[in-house]
């Protein structure tokens, strides 16, 4: 099963993956892993101040930061995972990252839905 990991760094993400320790039917070398982090998007104004090394620079700190617990937790549990950091707002880097490893209409049918659901593929 491909299963996608929302992380900020906050007691969420903390939350998250004592949920994942607890479960181990979610927890396991048979499960692919994508654990994403989205940043926010410097202004215009205040990036013109910077060369793209720098920024880049500073974007893959602020990945770190966010991914290091959360590699040590894999880590610890004998599972790769694939890291993905992207500059934009949260949501949009999710739902591109989600829109991956589901359908069109699995999207659209997430996007409508007024319940909670669980689409499993």
Same mark, same amino acid.
């Given at each position: 099963?491909?299963?996608?990991?929302?992380?900020?760094?906050? $007691?969420?993400?903390?939350?998250?993956? /004592?949920?994942?320790?607890?479960h181990? &039917?979610? @927890?396991? !070398?048979?499960?692919?892993?994508?654990?994403?982090?989205? $940043?926010?998007?410097?202004?215009?104004? /205040?990036?013109?101040?910077?060369?793209? &090394?720098? @920024?880049? !620079?500073?974007?893959?700190?602020?990945?770190?930061?966010?991914?290091?617990?959360?590699?040590?937790?894999?880590?610890?549990?004998?599972?790769?995972?694939?890291?993905?950091?992207?500059?934009?707002?949260?949501?949009?880097?999710?739902?591109?990252?989600?829109?991956?490893m589901?359908?069109?209409?699995?999207?659209?049918?997430?996007?409508?839905?007024?319940t909670?659901?669980?689409?499993?593929?």
């Open positions: 099963m491909k299963i996608l990991v929302a992380a900020d760094g906050s $007691t969420y993400t903390q939350r998250m993956l /004592a949920y994942l320790a607890a181990d &039917e979610w @927890l396991g !070398s048979a499960h692919q892993y994508t654990v994403v982090y989205g $940043t926010p998007i410097m202004p215009p104004r /205040a990036r013109a101040y910077f060369d793209r &090394e720098t @920024l880049k !620079s500073y974007n893959e700190t602020e990945f770190e930061k966010v991914f290091k617990p959360v590699r040590t937790f894999f880590k610890r549990h004998g599972i790769d995972a694939t890291f993905a950091g992207k500059s934009g707002p949260a949501a949009d880097v999710i739902g591109a990252l989600g829109n991956l589901m359908g069109s209409v699995a999207t659209k049918v997430m996007a409508t839905c007024t909670p659901i669980l689409i499993v593929r």
